[in-house]
């Protein structure tokens, strides 16, 4: 079973970014898609971002096409999500997550906050 830990979130003005990175251990990185999901005070947990084991396909939520870049490195087990021109709604706690195909992550990390303030 892969462990997940993601680094990267803080507080930063509206439009600003951040890089949010997710560590993977203790299983074959390259074996699994992974995703960032985040949720909101009050929220349902809601897919931000996704991307094939080898990086060849992502796909993004509407509220983060254009402005989010979601990327991996294998040789560094690490998945990134690049954020720029952060919005006060990016506020939320983003969560690294891994699994077996494209649409089920069943493997996730501990999140990160992400604040955005106006």
């Known amino acids: 079973q892969v462990h997940l830990v993601e680094s990267g979130g803080g507080s930063v003005q509206a439009g600003g970014s951040l890089r949010l990175s997710c560590a993977a251990s203790?299983?074959?990185?390259?074996?699994?898609?992974m995703a960032w999901y985040r949720q909101a005070p009050g929220k349902q947990r809601e897919l931000v971002a996704h991307?094939?084991?080898?990086?060849?396909?992502?796909n993004y939520a509407d509220s983060a096409k254009g402005r989010f870049a979601i990327s991996r490195d294998n040789a560094k087990n690490t998945v990134y999500l690049q954020m720029n021109s952060l919005k006060p709604e990016d506020t939320a706690v983003y969560y690294c997550a891994a699994g077996p195909n494209f649409y089920v992550y069943n493997t996730w990390g501990q999140g990160t906050q992400v604040t955005v303030s106006s």
């Open positions: 203790g299983g074959i990185f390259s074996n699994y898609f």
């Open positions: 991307i094939t084991t080898d990086g060849g396909t992502t």
